[in-house]
DNA sequence: CGAGAGAGTTGATCCAGGTTAAGTACGTGG
DNA sequence: CCACGTACTTAACCTGGATCAACTCTCTCG
């Protein structure tokens, strides 16, 4: 991603992890990550399992489907995407994940059925589940804040399942949209204009669509004067307008 | 529902909740439910946070979307689905639940996200969240198995938005008749033959389709030879048949 | 036992979005 | 600075499944 504002979080980054002892306490995301609600005694307690891994560049993947599911990972900077395979070849995207978001809690009996893939080269933070099992024992706060996030990860797929299931193309890009700016912007990003770090091929995946169909449908709103798009940055012109898109009426009704 | 198999079960819980005080190492779902992996003790100390609920009747919710998440919920008989709502009043199944497995897991901010309603008289065990965040900062195992039925569930939503967003309806019908087939075939109930505890209409909106469609779906199926369809009650016929229709090439393409 | 209500089926028609097939713009390496 | 590959766009056409509209079957209730 090439924020500018996203920029000066690569560049901490990489002076944490490259000259500096790795600090929970001074992370830039450390109010986004799990230890919120530890006291400062907790969170010595936290940094200390948490591990450093190498940058992973563009295309590698952070872990496979079938993988041993061994630690769950805060991501610092860059973004990913989850996708989960069928027998026969077909990919299916399930989610993507920005800076700030933790990743590696689907699996069946601890191993990985999702592969997570760096859309751009990016940076995560390591928590091995067995330490953090064990932490959470002693840790009042810790174990809630991960039963938190897990919950929140099913809501959300729950969400994406009302997206798929009943909404319009049209629709489905304008909450596509929607939920990026939301999501940038409570990271500290401008709600307004960003750059998408995934294709128009990957959106499609994502939204069951067909890319093309993405395409025509970025093409509608420019159009519209709803936003403005230019190769993979986005602004966004009329928010009112975008969101009256979402509930547009479609999809097969109930 | 009204398995033969599963007459029994019910049998059981009227006798346990009625007249027998409530007990885990002899309920007939044990092997089924979070304390499969505990000692004696630890089992005795996991029975004293269980309560027990009066049953729920048919179309009766076991929580409401908006309500305050206070506790898990293991289904003894009966049958759940869980529905998501927006705004303008659409409504989306988003999970079926029989007897043997637990619900409470969705929720942002402890504020459940979606609506459990009963399909049948239906009788649960209610954990509070509380005590089983307390008991399982002392019982080992405990928290890890919160964790890994929570991770199941989340790579089960992966597999379902798969499903919206790149299948067929056939292959959707399908999969779902397996899914069925499975889940009770592995609770001890007949994978050949069983009820549909939901009608036409909850199926259809489940899986992203029309009723007309499932409806029409249903007697292709029967006329290829692959079920026998009557009113609710189905058979298979051909396994090895319907497992071809849901890798059959549809959808979009990748 | 007949009326009415749900639930399910079936058939006819239509359209959102997939598919196919050219394009165009960018960006990198030679 | 040109050539080639990749990402994206645009247009024309086609189809799976939604929608609309009867109709049937069961069950319930008076």
Redesign the interface.
């Known amino acids: 991603m090439n924020f500018p504002a996203q920029e000066q979080v690569n560049e901490m980054n990489l002076i944490n992890i490259e000259s500096v002892k790795l600090s929970c306490k001074n992370c830039s995301l450390s109010e986004l990550c799990l230890p919120r609600s530890l006291s400062d005694d907790d969170l010595a307690r936290f940094e200390e399992i948490v591990d450093t891994r190498p940058p992973i560049p563009k295309g590698g993947a952070l872990y496979h489907a079938g993988e041993a599911?061994q630690a769950l990972y805060a991501i610092k900077s860059g973004a990913f995407k989850?996708v989960?395979t069928?027998?026969?070849?077909?990919?299916?995207i399930?989610g993507f994940h920005m800076p700030g978001e933790l990743v590696g809690?689907?699996?069946?009996?601890?191993v990985h059925?999702?592969t997570v893939v760096s859309l751009d080269r990016s940076t995560v933070c390591e928590l091995p589940l067995r330490d953090l099992?064990a932490l959470?024992?002693k840790v009042e706060g810790l174990?809630?804040e991960?039963?938190?996030v897990?919950?929140?990860?099913?809501?959300q797929?729950?969400?994406?399942?009302?997206l798929?299931?009943?909404r319009t193309a049209e629709s489905r890009l304008a909450s596509f949209l929607l939920s990026l700016s939301h999501r940038l912007g409570s990271r500290g990003f401008s709600r307004n204009e960003f750059n998408l770090v995934m294709s128009r091929h990957d959106i499609?995946?994502?939204?069951?669509?067909?890319a093309e169909t993405v395409s025509r449908l970025i093409t509608r709103f420019q159009e519209s004067g709803i936003v403005e798009v230019n190769r993979r940055r986005v602004t966004i012109l009329d928010l009112a307008m975008l969101k009256e898109r979402v509930?547009q009426p479609g999809?097969?009704k109930?």
Chains 1, 2 share one sequence.
């Open positions: 599911s989850s989960v069928t027998e026969d070849g077909e990919e299916q399930v809690f689907d699996g069946v009996e601890s059925n999702c099992e959470s024992r174990q809630r991960v039963y938190t897990m919950r929140r990860e099913i809501s797929e729950q969400a994406m399942l009302l798929l299931a009943r499609a995946n994502y939204l069951g669509l067909a509930g999809g097969t109930v």
